[in-house]
Protein backbone atom coordinates (compact mmCIF):
# COMPACT_ATOMS: atom_id res chain seq x y z
CA UNK A 1 0.00 0.00 0.00
CA UNK A 2 1.01 3.49 -1.06
CA UNK A 3 2.35 6.29 2.03
CA UNK A 4 -0.84 8.57 2.93
CA UNK A 5 0.50 11.87 3.59
CA UNK A 6 -0.27 12.71 7.57
CA UNK A 7 -2.57 15.79 6.10
CA UNK A 8 -4.88 13.21 4.06
CA UNK A 9 -4.63 10.60 6.76
CA UNK A 10 -5.43 12.53 9.60
CA UNK A 11 -8.26 14.71 8.08
CA UNK A 12 -10.98 14.89 10.55
CA UNK A 13 -14.04 12.93 9.96
CA UNK A 14 -16.00 14.23 12.49
CA UNK A 15 -17.01 17.14 14.15
CA UNK A 16 -15.67 16.26 17.34
CA UNK A 17 -12.02 16.07 15.62
CA UNK A 18 -11.72 19.90 14.23
CA UNK A 19 -9.06 21.98 15.63
CA UNK A 20 -9.63 24.91 16.79
CA UNK A 21 -13.11 26.14 15.35
CA UNK A 22 -15.56 25.35 17.90
CA UNK A 23 -17.29 28.91 16.70
CA UNK A 24 -18.38 26.86 13.92
CA UNK A 25 -18.98 23.72 14.75
CA UNK A 26 -21.29 24.78 17.57
CA UNK A 27 -23.91 26.46 15.69
CA UNK A 28 -23.76 23.68 12.93
CA UNK A 29 -24.19 20.53 15.59
CA UNK A 30 -27.50 22.83 16.73
CA UNK A 31 -29.01 23.08 13.61
CA UNK A 32 -28.50 19.40 12.50
CA UNK A 33 -29.69 18.31 16.22
CA UNK A 34 -32.86 20.49 15.65
CA UNK A 35 -33.46 20.18 12.20
CA UNK A 36 -33.03 23.62 11.31
CA UNK A 37 -30.72 23.38 8.14
CA UNK A 38 -30.38 26.18 5.99
CA UNK A 39 -30.06 25.52 1.80
CA UNK A 40 -26.56 27.34 1.65
CA UNK A 41 -23.68 27.17 3.61
CA UNK A 42 -20.25 29.84 3.18
CA UNK A 43 -16.97 28.63 5.23
CA UNK A 44 -14.50 31.11 4.46
CA UNK A 45 -10.76 31.63 5.95
CA UNK A 46 -6.47 31.29 4.92
CA UNK A 47 -5.50 28.30 3.80
CA UNK A 48 -5.53 24.95 5.89
CA UNK A 49 -7.49 25.83 8.32
CA UNK A 50 -10.81 23.18 7.63
CA UNK A 51 -12.69 24.85 5.01
CA UNK A 52 -13.44 21.37 2.82
CA UNK A 53 -12.60 19.38 5.50
CA UNK A 54 -15.84 20.66 7.56
CA UNK A 55 -18.07 20.44 4.11
CA UNK A 56 -17.41 17.04 3.71
CA UNK A 57 -18.80 16.16 7.16
CA UNK A 58 -21.45 18.35 6.84
CA UNK A 59 -22.44 16.28 4.12
CA UNK A 60 -21.79 13.22 5.56
CA UNK A 61 -24.18 14.37 8.18
CA UNK A 62 -26.81 14.93 6.13
CA UNK A 63 -26.44 11.44 4.33
CA UNK A 64 -25.66 9.41 6.87
CA UNK A 65 -27.69 6.15 6.94
CA UNK A 66 -28.72 6.62 10.36
CA UNK A 67 -30.63 9.98 9.46
CA UNK A 68 -29.44 13.32 9.71
CA UNK A 69 -27.40 13.78 12.80
CA UNK A 70 -24.47 15.87 13.83
CA UNK A 71 -22.24 12.90 14.66
CA UNK A 72 -22.57 10.36 11.70
CA UNK A 73 -21.80 6.65 11.93
CA UNK A 74 -18.77 6.91 9.94
CA UNK A 75 -19.86 3.01 9.36
CA UNK A 76 -22.70 3.22 6.91
CA UNK A 77 -21.99 2.64 2.60
CA UNK A 78 -23.22 6.38 2.70
CA UNK A 79 -20.43 7.74 5.13
CA UNK A 80 -17.39 5.37 3.80
CA UNK A 81 -18.12 6.79 0.23
CA UNK A 82 -18.17 10.34 2.11
CA UNK A 83 -15.00 9.70 3.39
CA UNK A 84 -13.28 7.77 0.55
CA UNK A 85 -14.43 10.80 -1.92
CA UNK A 86 -16.77 8.90 -4.31
CA UNK A 87 -19.74 9.39 -2.96
CA UNK A 88 -22.39 10.34 -5.85
CA UNK A 89 -24.58 12.61 -4.39
CA UNK A 90 -21.32 15.01 -3.42
CA UNK A 91 -20.47 16.80 -6.19
CA UNK A 92 -17.42 18.46 -5.99
CA UNK A 93 -17.01 21.61 -8.27
CA UNK A 94 -13.20 23.20 -8.20
CA UNK A 95 -14.51 26.91 -9.35
CA UNK A 96 -10.88 28.35 -10.14
CA UNK A 97 -10.72 25.56 -13.16
CA UNK A 98 -14.55 25.83 -14.25
CA UNK A 99 -15.27 29.74 -14.15
CA UNK A 100 -17.38 29.71 -17.20
CA UNK A 101 -21.25 30.75 -17.13
CA UNK A 102 -21.40 27.43 -19.49
CA UNK A 103 -19.84 25.38 -16.65
CA UNK A 104 -22.14 26.51 -13.94
CA UNK A 105 -25.37 26.25 -16.25
CA UNK A 106 -23.92 22.93 -17.07
CA UNK A 107 -23.65 22.01 -13.14
CA UNK A 108 -27.17 23.34 -12.42
CA UNK A 109 -29.04 21.63 -15.07
CA UNK A 110 -28.87 18.53 -12.89
CA UNK A 111 -30.18 20.69 -9.77
CA UNK A 112 -33.70 19.35 -10.17
CA UNK A 113 -33.09 15.98 -10.15
CA UNK A 114 -33.70 13.65 -7.05
CA UNK A 115 -30.40 12.31 -5.60
CA UNK A 116 -29.19 8.84 -6.71
CA UNK A 117 -28.38 7.01 -3.35
CA UNK A 118 -28.60 9.85 -0.81
CA UNK A 119 -30.74 11.63 1.39
CA UNK A 120 -29.21 15.28 0.04
CA UNK A 121 -27.85 16.30 -3.00
CA UNK A 122 -24.91 18.10 -2.08
CA UNK A 123 -22.88 20.71 -4.71
CA UNK A 124 -19.49 21.78 -2.76
CA UNK A 125 -18.33 24.55 -4.44
CA UNK A 126 -14.73 25.45 -3.50
CA UNK A 127 -12.74 28.89 -4.35
CA UNK A 128 -16.08 30.14 -5.07
CA UNK A 129 -14.57 33.49 -5.54
CA UNK A 130 -13.15 32.12 -8.52
CA UNK A 131 -16.49 32.60 -10.72
CA UNK A 132 -16.73 34.90 -13.05
CA UNK A 133 -19.75 37.54 -13.13
CA UNK A 134 -21.83 35.80 -15.32
CA UNK A 135 -21.62 32.45 -13.36
CA UNK A 136 -22.36 34.09 -10.44
CA UNK A 137 -25.88 36.00 -12.01
CA UNK A 138 -26.57 32.25 -13.40
CA UNK A 139 -26.18 30.39 -10.01
CA UNK A 140 -28.04 33.40 -8.19
CA UNK A 141 -31.83 32.25 -8.51
CA UNK A 142 -31.13 28.42 -7.82
CA UNK A 143 -28.95 29.48 -4.80
CA UNK A 144 -32.30 31.48 -3.11
CA UNK A 145 -34.32 28.94 -3.94
CA UNK A 146 -33.24 25.19 -4.34
CA UNK A 147 -35.16 22.09 -4.56
CA UNK A 148 -35.47 20.91 -1.34
CA UNK A 149 -33.47 17.84 -1.35
CA UNK A 150 -30.35 19.97 -2.29
CA UNK A 151 -27.68 22.22 -0.04
CA UNK A 152 -25.10 24.29 -1.56
CA UNK A 153 -21.34 24.31 0.20
CA UNK A 154 -19.72 26.79 -1.12
CA UNK A 155 -15.75 27.63 0.47
CA UNK A 156 -13.31 30.74 -0.14
CA UNK A 157 -10.47 32.22 1.16
CA UNK A 158 -11.57 35.56 -0.46
CA UNK A 159 -15.18 36.60 0.54
CA UNK A 160 -14.35 39.97 -0.28
CA UNK A 161 -14.30 39.34 -4.61
CA UNK A 162 -18.31 37.44 -3.92
CA UNK A 163 -20.93 39.74 -4.73
CA UNK A 164 -23.27 40.85 -2.06
CA UNK A 165 -26.29 39.38 -3.84
CA UNK A 166 -24.44 35.84 -3.44
CA UNK A 167 -23.50 36.35 0.20
CA UNK A 168 -27.31 37.76 1.37
CA UNK A 169 -28.15 33.87 0.19
CA UNK A 170 -25.70 31.99 2.54
CA UNK A 171 -25.12 31.57 6.08
CA UNK A 172 -21.53 32.69 6.41
CA UNK A 173 -19.17 30.86 9.01
CA UNK A 174 -15.66 32.53 8.86
CA UNK A 175 -12.76 30.01 10.31
CA UNK A 176 -9.98 31.59 11.99
CA UNK A 177 -6.35 30.92 11.97
CA UNK A 178 -5.09 28.68 14.17
CA UNK A 179 -2.76 29.42 17.18
CA UNK A 180 0.82 27.48 18.12
CA UNK A 181 -0.23 25.86 20.39
CA UNK A 182 -3.46 23.95 18.83
CA UNK A 183 -1.44 23.45 16.06
CA UNK A 184 1.21 21.77 18.21
CA UNK A 185 -1.11 20.04 20.15
CA UNK A 186 -2.42 18.50 17.16
CA UNK A 187 1.21 17.76 16.14
CA UNK A 188 1.64 15.86 19.20
CA UNK A 189 -1.16 13.91 19.02
CA UNK A 190 -0.03 12.51 15.45
CA UNK A 191 3.79 12.15 16.69
CA UNK A 192 2.27 9.94 19.22
CA UNK A 193 -0.26 7.88 17.30
CA UNK A 194 2.49 7.53 14.79
CA UNK A 195 5.18 6.76 17.59
CA UNK A 196 7.58 9.24 15.71
CA UNK A 197 10.02 10.22 18.03
CA UNK A 198 10.03 13.93 18.80
CA UNK A 199 11.36 16.87 21.30
CA UNK A 200 9.40 19.57 22.15
CA UNK A 201 11.55 22.55 20.68
CA UNK A 202 10.59 20.59 17.19
CA UNK A 203 7.08 20.64 17.44
CA UNK A 204 7.30 24.21 18.66
CA UNK A 205 9.24 25.39 15.48
CA UNK A 206 7.14 23.53 13.44
CA UNK A 207 3.75 25.04 14.80
CA UNK A 208 4.64 28.26 14.49
CA UNK A 209 6.09 27.76 10.84
CA UNK A 210 2.92 26.77 10.09
CA UNK A 211 1.42 29.94 9.99
CA UNK A 212 -1.94 29.25 11.27
CA UNK A 213 -2.85 26.44 8.82
CA UNK A 214 -3.79 23.31 10.12
CA UNK A 215 -2.21 21.13 7.15
CA UNK A 216 0.77 23.29 6.38
CA UNK A 217 1.81 22.01 9.74
CA UNK A 218 1.36 18.31 8.78
CA UNK A 219 3.06 19.11 5.17
CA UNK A 220 6.08 20.15 7.19
CA UNK A 221 5.52 17.60 9.80
CA UNK A 222 6.29 15.09 6.72
CA UNK A 223 8.82 16.77 5.07
CA UNK A 224 10.76 17.31 9.17
CA UNK A 225 10.46 13.58 9.25
CA UNK A 226 12.23 12.93 6.53
CA UNK A 227 14.74 15.12 6.81
CA UNK A 228 15.25 13.73 10.26
CA UNK A 229 15.18 9.88 9.41
CA UNK A 230 11.84 8.95 11.14
CA UNK A 231 12.67 10.90 14.72
CA UNK A 232 12.48 14.84 14.87
CA UNK A 233 15.37 17.10 16.93
CA UNK A 234 15.32 20.61 17.17
CA UNK A 235 18.50 21.17 15.46
CA UNK A 236 17.43 19.62 12.43
CA UNK A 237 13.89 21.09 12.13
CA UNK A 238 16.11 24.42 12.77
CA UNK A 239 18.30 23.49 9.54
CA UNK A 240 15.19 22.53 7.57
CA UNK A 241 12.83 25.65 8.01
CA UNK A 242 16.21 28.00 8.01
CA UNK A 243 15.28 29.21 11.64
CA UNK A 244 17.87 31.21 14.04
CA UNK A 245 19.02 29.06 17.14
CA UNK A 246 17.77 30.70 21.01
CA UNK A 247 21.32 30.96 21.26
CA UNK A 248 22.18 33.22 18.87
CA UNK A 249 18.95 35.23 20.04
CA UNK A 250 19.66 35.05 23.79
CA UNK A 251 23.52 36.67 22.63
CA UNK A 252 21.73 39.53 20.79
CA UNK A 253 19.61 40.33 23.81
CA UNK A 254 22.51 40.20 25.89
CA UNK A 255 24.42 42.56 23.76
CA UNK A 256 21.38 45.02 23.70
CA UNK A 257 20.85 44.72 27.14
CA UNK A 258 24.67 45.97 27.92
CA UNK A 259 24.75 48.54 24.92
CA UNK A 260 27.70 46.33 23.19
CA UNK A 261 27.67 47.05 19.53
CA UNK A 262 30.88 44.50 18.53
CA UNK A 263 28.82 41.46 20.11
CA UNK A 264 25.52 42.86 18.37
CA UNK A 265 27.16 42.59 14.93
CA UNK A 266 29.09 39.12 16.04
CA UNK A 267 26.33 37.35 15.81
CA UNK A 268 25.34 38.48 12.62
CA UNK A 269 28.38 37.66 11.32
CA UNK A 270 28.48 34.26 12.99
CA UNK A 271 24.66 33.74 11.62
CA UNK A 272 25.50 34.51 7.47
CA UNK A 273 29.02 32.41 8.15
CA UNK A 274 26.62 29.51 8.84
CA UNK A 275 24.63 30.26 5.71
CA UNK A 276 21.15 30.90 7.50
CA UNK A 277 18.98 34.00 6.05
CA UNK A 278 20.07 36.76 7.99
CA UNK A 279 16.57 39.03 8.04
CA UNK A 280 15.54 36.03 9.86
CA UNK A 281 17.10 37.20 12.92
CA UNK A 282 15.28 40.19 13.27
CA UNK A 283 11.93 38.05 12.79
CA UNK A 284 13.36 35.75 15.56
CA UNK A 285 14.27 38.61 18.10
CA UNK A 286 11.31 40.48 17.03
CA UNK A 287 9.40 37.21 18.55
CA UNK A 288 11.77 37.00 21.74
CA UNK A 289 11.09 40.73 22.33
CA UNK A 290 7.21 39.79 22.46
CA UNK A 291 7.73 37.67 24.78
CA UNK A 292 9.64 39.39 27.21
CA UNK A 293 7.11 42.17 27.46
CA UNK A 294 4.33 40.05 28.19
CA UNK A 295 6.56 38.10 30.34
CA UNK A 296 7.37 41.51 32.34
CA UNK A 297 3.36 41.68 32.00
CA UNK A 298 2.19 38.68 33.45
CA UNK A 299 4.79 35.41 33.81
CA UNK A 300 1.14 33.71 33.46
CA UNK A 301 1.05 34.60 29.64
CA UNK A 302 4.30 33.12 28.41
CA UNK A 303 4.91 28.93 28.20
CA UNK A 304 6.96 28.19 31.57
CA UNK A 305 10.39 26.55 29.41
CA UNK A 306 10.01 30.17 27.67
CA UNK A 307 9.87 31.62 30.54
CA UNK A 308 12.99 30.15 32.49
CA UNK A 309 15.09 30.94 29.47
CA UNK A 310 14.22 34.69 29.06
CA UNK A 311 13.45 35.77 32.78
CA UNK A 312 17.21 37.17 33.28
CA UNK A 313 17.16 39.16 29.92
CA UNK A 314 13.95 40.36 31.38
CA UNK A 315 15.31 41.66 34.58
CA UNK A 316 18.29 43.21 32.35
CA UNK A 317 15.96 45.31 29.43
CA UNK A 318 13.01 47.93 30.59
CA UNK A 319 10.04 48.29 29.30
CA UNK A 320 10.54 51.17 27.44
CA UNK A 321 13.38 49.89 25.58
CA UNK A 322 11.99 46.25 24.41
CA UNK A 323 8.90 48.69 22.88
CA UNK A 324 11.85 50.85 21.39
CA UNK A 325 13.74 47.77 20.12
CA UNK A 326 10.92 46.06 19.09
CA UNK A 327 9.46 49.16 16.70
CA UNK A 328 12.79 50.01 15.48
CA UNK A 329 13.01 46.59 14.31
CA UNK A 330 9.62 45.99 13.37
CA UNK A 331 10.37 48.71 11.10
CA UNK A 332 13.99 47.24 9.57
CA UNK A 333 12.16 44.27 8.92
CA UNK A 334 9.91 45.78 6.92
CA UNK A 335 13.22 47.66 4.96
CA UNK A 336 15.63 44.66 4.43
CA UNK A 337 14.73 44.46 1.08
CA UNK A 338 15.23 48.26 0.59
CA UNK A 339 19.08 47.53 1.45
CA UNK A 340 21.71 47.12 -0.49
CA UNK A 341 22.10 43.75 0.76
CA UNK A 342 20.06 42.13 4.14
CA UNK A 343 23.12 41.61 6.12
CA UNK A 344 23.44 45.92 5.76
CA UNK A 345 19.63 46.43 6.41
CA UNK A 346 19.98 44.10 9.64
CA UNK A 347 22.84 45.58 11.18
CA UNK A 348 21.85 49.09 10.50
CA UNK A 349 18.55 47.79 12.22
CA UNK A 350 20.62 46.92 15.08
CA UNK A 351 22.68 49.57 15.55
CA UNK A 352 19.57 52.10 15.27
CA UNK A 353 18.60 50.56 18.00
CA UNK A 354 21.59 50.89 20.26
CA UNK A 355 21.32 54.63 18.92
CA UNK A 356 18.08 55.46 19.99
CA UNK A 357 18.08 53.82 23.36
CA UNK A 358 16.74 56.56 25.51
CA UNK A 359 19.17 57.18 28.88
CA UNK A 360 18.45 57.26 32.35
CA UNK A 361 17.14 60.30 33.62
CA UNK A 362 19.15 61.60 36.68
CA UNK A 363 22.23 60.10 34.35
CA UNK A 364 23.32 63.31 32.37
CA UNK A 365 25.78 65.89 33.18
CA UNK A 366 24.62 69.38 33.28
CA UNK A 367 24.90 70.67 29.15
CA UNK A 368 26.79 73.81 28.54
CA UNK A 369 24.58 76.79 27.77
CA UNK A 370 25.61 79.20 25.13
CA UNK A 371 25.66 82.85 25.78
CA UNK A 372 23.16 84.87 23.99
CA UNK A 373 23.58 88.15 22.11
CA UNK A 374 22.40 91.17 23.68
CA UNK A 375 19.31 92.67 21.72
CA UNK A 376 19.92 96.33 20.56
CA UNK A 377 23.48 96.79 20.15
CA UNK A 378 25.79 96.89 17.54
CA UNK A 379 26.32 93.73 15.05
CA UNK A 380 23.61 92.25 17.26
CA UNK A 381 22.37 90.87 13.55
CA UNK A 382 25.60 88.92 13.50
CA UNK A 383 26.12 87.99 17.01
CA UNK A 384 22.42 86.82 16.85
CA UNK A 385 23.06 84.10 14.07
CA UNK A 386 26.15 83.16 15.81
CA UNK A 387 24.94 82.56 18.56
CA UNK A 388 21.75 80.88 17.07
CA UNK A 389 24.48 78.46 15.40
CA UNK A 390 25.96 77.70 18.68
CA UNK A 391 22.44 76.57 20.39
CA UNK A 392 21.99 74.20 17.73
CA UNK A 393 25.72 72.65 17.76
CA UNK A 394 25.49 69.49 19.71
CA UNK A 395 27.00 69.18 23.24
CA UNK A 396 28.26 66.45 24.81
CA UNK A 397 26.50 64.54 27.50
CA UNK A 398 28.16 61.56 29.27
CA UNK A 399 26.24 58.82 30.87
CA UNK A 400 26.96 56.36 34.07
CA UNK A 401 28.94 54.11 31.95
CA UNK A 402 30.87 56.89 30.53
CA UNK A 403 29.58 56.53 27.23
CA UNK A 404 28.67 60.07 25.18
CA UNK A 405 24.81 60.57 24.50
CA UNK A 406 22.98 62.06 22.18
CA UNK A 407 22.76 66.22 23.35
CA UNK A 408 19.24 67.51 23.61
CA UNK A 409 18.04 69.12 20.43
CA UNK A 410 15.05 72.08 20.67
CA UNK A 411 11.80 71.23 18.12
CA UNK A 412 12.34 74.84 16.75
CA UNK A 413 9.03 74.87 14.17
CA UNK A 414 10.45 77.41 11.42
CA UNK A 415 7.71 79.38 9.06
CA UNK A 416 5.99 76.64 6.33
CA UNK A 417 8.72 76.30 4.27
CA UNK A 418 10.47 74.32 7.28
CA UNK A 419 9.29 70.47 6.54
CA UNK A 420 12.09 68.97 9.89
CA UNK A 421 10.23 67.06 12.08
CA UNK A 422 10.20 68.22 15.99
CA UNK A 423 12.42 66.78 18.11
CA UNK A 424 12.19 66.48 22.31
CA UNK A 425 13.31 69.42 24.12
CA UNK A 426 15.06 67.92 27.29
CA UNK A 427 15.13 70.41 30.35
CA UNK A 428 16.39 69.44 33.44
CA UNK A 429 16.00 70.96 37.27
CA UNK A 430 17.88 71.28 40.07
CA UNK A 431 17.35 68.64 43.06
CA UNK A 432 14.17 69.60 45.02
CA UNK A 433 12.46 71.40 42.46
CA UNK A 434 9.81 68.68 41.82
CA UNK A 435 6.25 68.85 43.67
CA UNK A 436 6.64 67.27 46.30
CA UNK A 437 3.58 64.01 47.14
CA UNK A 438 1.27 64.61 50.09
CA UNK A 439 2.22 62.24 53.58
CA UNK A 440 -0.23 60.19 54.84
CA UNK A 441 -0.04 59.37 58.68
CA UNK A 442 2.65 57.28 58.71
CA UNK A 443 5.34 59.47 57.69
CA UNK A 444 5.60 58.12 54.40
CA UNK A 445 3.57 58.74 51.43
CA UNK A 446 1.95 55.90 49.76
CA UNK A 447 3.40 56.49 46.71
CA UNK A 448 6.46 56.22 48.19
CA UNK A 449 5.99 53.19 49.53
CA UNK A 450 4.46 51.31 46.43
CA UNK A 451 7.58 52.72 44.49
CA UNK A 452 9.48 50.30 47.00
CA UNK A 453 7.40 47.34 46.33
CA UNK A 454 8.62 44.35 44.41
CA UNK A 455 6.48 43.09 41.56
CA UNK A 456 5.84 44.03 38.27
CA UNK A 457 2.46 43.58 35.57
CA UNK A 458 -0.85 43.73 36.62
CA UNK A 459 0.22 44.32 40.68
CA UNK A 460 2.06 47.00 39.96
CA UNK A 461 -0.80 48.45 37.92
CA UNK A 462 -3.19 47.87 40.31
CA UNK A 463 -1.25 49.59 43.57
CA UNK A 464 -0.24 52.12 40.85
CA UNK A 465 -4.14 53.16 41.56
CA UNK A 466 -5.00 52.70 44.96
CA UNK A 467 -4.71 55.12 47.78
CA UNK A 468 -4.80 54.39 51.49
CA UNK A 469 -8.09 54.80 53.18
CA UNK A 470 -7.01 53.93 56.41
CA UNK A 471 -4.37 52.49 58.45
CA UNK A 472 -4.50 50.74 62.30
CA UNK A 473 -1.79 48.74 63.75
CA UNK A 474 -1.85 45.67 61.35
CA UNK A 475 -5.01 46.27 59.25
CA UNK A 476 -4.42 48.39 55.85
CA UNK A 477 -7.47 49.46 53.84
CA UNK A 478 -7.09 50.84 50.29
CA UNK A 479 -9.36 52.00 47.72
CA UNK A 480 -8.66 51.02 43.95
CA UNK A 481 -9.80 53.18 41.49
CA UNK A 482 -13.03 51.89 39.52
CA UNK A 483 -11.83 52.12 36.41
CA UNK A 484 -9.09 49.20 37.25
CA UNK A 485 -11.63 47.12 39.18
CA UNK A 486 -11.66 44.13 36.83
CA UNK A 487 -8.30 43.90 37.56
CA UNK A 488 -8.61 42.78 41.06
CA UNK A 489 -8.96 39.59 41.93
CA UNK A 490 -8.86 37.37 45.47
CA UNK A 491 -5.48 35.69 43.84
CA UNK A 492 -3.64 39.04 43.37
CA UNK A 493 -5.40 40.54 46.36
CA UNK A 494 -3.82 37.74 48.31
CA UNK A 495 -0.32 38.31 46.78
CA UNK A 496 -0.69 42.04 47.47
CA UNK A 497 -0.86 41.18 51.04
CA UNK A 498 2.20 39.14 51.16
CA UNK A 499 4.10 42.33 49.09
CA UNK A 500 2.95 44.13 51.94
CA UNK A 501 3.87 41.93 54.75
CA UNK A 502 7.73 41.58 53.21
CA UNK A 503 7.54 45.66 53.50
CA UNK A 504 6.49 46.10 56.92
CA UNK A 505 7.83 42.53 58.29
CA UNK A 506 4.80 41.80 60.60
CA UNK A 507 1.21 40.04 59.37
CA UNK A 508 -1.34 42.44 57.42
CA UNK A 509 -5.02 42.63 57.85
CA UNK A 510 -5.70 43.77 53.96
CA UNK A 511 -9.19 44.95 52.34
CA UNK A 512 -9.22 46.31 49.05
CA UNK A 513 -12.50 48.14 47.85
CA UNK A 514 -13.43 49.36 44.86
CA UNK A 515 -14.37 53.03 44.39
CA UNK A 516 -13.28 56.38 43.94
CA UNK A 517 -10.52 57.56 46.00
CA UNK A 518 -10.68 60.67 48.44
CA UNK A 519 -6.66 61.43 47.66
CA UNK A 520 -4.55 61.04 44.77
CA UNK A 521 -3.10 57.73 43.97
CA UNK A 522 0.22 56.91 43.25
CA UNK A 523 -0.13 56.78 39.28
CA UNK A 524 -2.58 60.15 39.29
CA UNK A 525 -0.04 61.87 41.53
CA UNK A 526 3.12 60.82 38.90
CA UNK A 527 0.64 62.54 35.83
CA UNK A 528 0.29 65.59 38.10
CA UNK A 529 3.88 65.67 38.65
CA UNK A 530 4.77 65.83 35.02
CA UNK A 531 2.69 68.25 33.93
CA UNK A 532 3.91 70.62 36.38
CA UNK A 533 7.22 69.32 35.12
CA UNK A 534 6.10 70.31 31.93
CA UNK A 535 4.95 73.42 32.69
CA UNK A 536 8.07 74.66 34.14
CA UNK A 537 10.16 73.06 31.17
CA UNK A 538 8.33 75.40 28.84
CA UNK A 539 8.81 78.42 30.95
CA UNK A 540 12.66 77.20 31.60
CA UNK A 541 12.82 77.16 27.24
CA UNK A 542 11.08 80.33 26.82
CA UNK A 543 13.27 81.94 28.75
CA UNK A 544 16.65 80.19 27.65
CA UNK A 545 18.73 82.86 25.49
CA UNK A 546 19.90 80.18 22.74
CA UNK A 547 15.72 79.93 21.81
CA UNK A 548 15.23 83.71 22.13
CA UNK A 549 18.35 83.70 19.71
CA UNK A 550 16.51 81.40 17.60
CA UNK A 551 13.55 83.12 17.42
CA UNK A 552 15.23 86.21 16.81
CA UNK A 553 17.19 84.64 13.31
CA UNK A 554 14.73 82.16 12.00
CA UNK A 555 11.18 83.81 13.43
CA UNK A 556 10.68 80.31 14.93
CA UNK A 557 8.72 78.88 17.73
CA UNK A 558 8.92 76.14 20.13
CA UNK A 559 6.72 73.20 19.74
CA UNK A 560 5.30 72.57 23.68
CA UNK A 561 4.36 69.22 22.85
CA UNK A 562 8.23 68.16 22.01
CA UNK A 563 9.70 69.12 25.41
CA UNK A 564 10.40 66.67 27.71
CA UNK A 565 11.57 67.76 31.15
CA UNK A 566 14.25 66.03 33.07
CA UNK A 567 14.65 66.23 37.08
CA UNK A 568 18.27 65.86 38.04
CA UNK A 569 18.95 64.33 41.22
CA UNK A 570 16.19 61.70 40.63
CA UNK A 571 17.82 58.31 40.61
Known sequence: MSYQVLARKWRPRTFAELVGQSHVVRPLVNALDNNRLHHAFLFTGTRGVGKTTLARILAKSLNCETGVTSKPCGKCSACIEVDEGRFIDLIEVDAASRTKVEDTRELLDNVQYAPSRGRYKVYLIDEVHMLSGHSFNALLKTLEEPPPHVKFLLATTDPQRLPVTVLSRCLQFNLKRLTVEEIGGQLEKILAAEGIEHDAGSVRLLARAADGSLRDGLSLLDQAIAFGGGRLVEADV?????TIDQDAVGRMLAA?????????????????????????LLDELLLALHRIALLKTDEALVDPAEAERLREHAARLAPEDIQLYYQIGLIGRRDVPLAPDPRTGVEMTLLRMLAFRPAAAGTLSEPAAAEGPAAGKPGAATGTRAAAASAVAPVSRVVGNGRPAPSPSAAIERPPASASAARPIVASFPPGTAPLEAREGDGASWAEIVERLPGNGLLREILNNTALESMDGTAIALVLDEGCGRLLTKEREAAIRELLEQHYGRRIQLTIRVGKPAVLTPAQLRAKQQRE???????????????RALREAFNARVNPDSIRPISRGKT
Open 238 to 242: RAMLG
Open 256 to 280: LAANDARALLGVVADVVEHGTDCAA
Open 533 to 547: LHQAAIAAIDNDPNV
